[in-house]
């Protein structure tokens, strides 16, 4: 069975300040997405990772998979208070469903 | 992508009474989902909701509880039955499109209160 654990599950962090949320899965799995929740809201794509070693970037967000590691890493880079949300990531297991992280709530103080 | 629309986006209801929520799609997708997001929590798979034929429930899911309805490729319901105070929670649709990635998009949510 295909477990996802994120850590941290919460972190509060300093505007300017990098950091990395990571995302590991127990099996096999070369796809893996991360989503966005904002509070009270429903969830937003932001990255689709499809292969080993892929990297996708959208401004101070940045998304690699490991798939001989069966790791994810999310990382921000010099926070900004906009970027204060609930992060998912989620892995397709073999019936082709997402198996979904904790999430990570991140708060960026100014 | 796909735009997805449910109703009602929130409601307040009594115990022991049943809600059918709706999910929209703004296009013909071959994979619906629904899922329960309770507070402060992740989400959970309720079922996938099949076009022309039963849903596939997930463990801990019946159909008597949480029948759904898939009449065409754009459009489900889901309705919650029988509802106890424990059904409070945010109930979300999903959709995957042909031929992606598995991606899936979600509609905004609908949120449920059971007193």
């Known amino acids: 069975e295909l477990k996802v654990e994120q850590n941290p599950l919460f972190l509060s962090m300093q505007e300017g300040k990098n950091y990395t949320i990571y995302c590991n899965y127990s099996t096999t799995s070369d796809r893996l997405y991360w989503y966005r929740q904002d509070p009270g809201k429903s969830l937003e794509s932001l990255f689709v990772?499809?292969?080993n070693g892929a990297v996708k970037q959208e401004g101070r967000l940045m998304a690699s998979l490991d798939t001989k590691a069966r790791l994810s890493t999310l990382h921000i880079t010099a926070a900004v208070h906009d970027l204060s949300a609930t992060y998912f990531c989620a892995v397709v297991d073999s019936n082709y469903q997402l198996i979904w992280g904790a999430g990570t709530k991140l708060i960026i103080k100014p | 992508s796909a735009v997805i629309s449910q109703k009602p986006s929130r409601d307040i209801c009594q115990r022991g009474t049943s809600l059918t929520i709706q999910c929209q799609v703004d296009s013909q997708v071959t994979m619906m989902f629904w899922y329960r997001q309770q507070p402060g929590q992740s989400l959970t798979l309720i079922a996938t909701a099949n076009q022309g034929s039963e849903a596939t429930y997930e463990s801990g899911f019946v159909i008597d509880k949480f029948p759904i309805s898939r009449p065409n490729l754009t459009f489900s319901t889901l309705t919650v039955s029988n509802m106890s105070p424990e059904d409070s929670s945010i109930y979300l649709c999903s959709v995957a499109l042909q031929g992606g990635n598995n991606e899936q998009f979600f509609g905004p949510g609908t949120r449920l209160t059971v007193l």
């Open positions: 990772l499809l292969s």
